[in-house]
């Protein structure tokens, strides 16, 4: 964690970056389950989604809150 923003988990990390993590992480299919959006549901991609996420501020939340509920579980021992 940089040391400037200690309390942001996410300062410093693209959308990019988040939902290639996601994605590696869980895949598609459990995405869609946990955040109920179609661009994880019908031929989902990185581009597609990144175009809807920026547009649409309460599932780009979302999905920031399945991200930091992922490397929370990755941080405990």
Do not use: D
């Given at each position: 964690?940089?040391?400037?923003?200690?309390?942001?988990?996410?300062?410093?990390?693209?959308?990019?970056?988040?939902?290639?993590?996601?994605?590696?992480?869980?895949?598609?299919?459990?995405?869609?389950?946990?955040?109920?959006?179609?661009?994880?549901?019908?031929?989902?991609?990185?581009?597609?989604?990144?175009?809807?996420?920026?547009?649409?501020?309460?599932?780009r939340?979302?999905?920031?809150?399945?991200?930091?509920?992922?490397?929370?579980?990755?941080?405990?021992p």
């Open positions: 964690m940089p040391e400037a923003h200690p309390n942001n988990p996410l300062h410093g990390i693209t959308l990019k970056q988040i939902l290639e993590a996601l994605q590696a992480h869980y895949g598609w299919e459990l995405l869609a389950q946990f955040v109920n959006i179609n661009c994880f549901e019908h031929e989902p991609s990185i581009n597609s989604c990144l175009k809807f996420l920026r547009k649409t501020p309460w599932a939340a979302k999905v920031e809150a399945v991200y930091l509920v992922m490397i929370a579980k990755k941080e405990k």
